[in-house]
């Protein structure tokens, strides 16, 4: 899809994105469904969604996760005891990447000024996910979320807080002005 993103008076406080996610309707489910997604996702501080320890917590991204891996569940029993020693610097680095593999996340922060008009593409294929912008080439993961996903388009006002130190938080920011989202171009295909 051609897609732009932005704000008058400043650029977009909250965030932005599309791709493919598993809870499209917006959490209506009777039971809790462990969140999977493969998008172009857009968020300003004070948001802090530190899933990838290469990759800050905030800007816009190509990303890959998925919360409903048997890797993570096999892992839970130890999330005490790990978020205890996440809260030392050089044990978090030591660790992390294992609650990263576990969670299947991938990132690339997108390059240039996502307020001009780009041409954003994810192609979502059996165990690989690739994600190009302007045709080239940004990120390139095995790590692909299992289905079925549904396609989600959004612009918000919201922040969120998400770390592996066990920082978690959320809210909403005041918007200096408009906010926009344009898409045109928009395809989806399958097969």
């Known amino acids: 899809m051609r897609a732009r993103l932005g704000g008058t008076g400043a650029r977009v406080r909250g965030t932005a994105g ?5 809870d499209p309707g917006g959490s209506r489910r009777k039971r ?3 969140p999977r997604a493969i998008w172009f996702f857009y968020a ?4 802090n969604i530190a899933l990838d320890s290469l990759v800050p917590g905030y800007g816009w991204k190509a990303m890959t996760f998925d919360a409903a891996r048997l ?7 130890f999330a005490p005891l790990a978020l205890l020693l996440m809260q030392v610097r050089w044990l978090r680095q030591a660790l992390w990447p294992i609650g990263q593999w576990a969670l299947g996340v991938r990132e690339a922060l997108v390059p240039g000024d996502a307020s001009q008009w780009h041409t954003y593409r994810i ?9 190009s ?15 079925p996903l549904g396609l989600v388009l959004w612009i918000d006002n919201q ?6 130190r066990g920082q978690l938080g959320g809210g909403l920011l005041a918007a200096p002005g408009t906010q926009w989202l344009d898409l045109m171009e928009v395809t989806v295909s399958v097969g």
Do not use: C, H, K, M
């Open 18 to 22: 599309f791709g493919l996610w598993n």
């Open 159 to 164: 922040y969120a807080i998400v770390t592996p």
């Open 123 to 131: 192609e979502w294929l059996p165990g690989r996910a690739r994600f």
């Open 44 to 47: 300003s501080p004070p948001s």
């Open 32 to 34: 809790l469904a462990l």
């Open 133 to 147: 912008v302007d045709d080239v080439l940004l990120l390139d993961t095995p790590l692909a979320p299992r289905g």
């Open 71 to 77: 890797r993570l569940a096999l892992l839970a029993p």
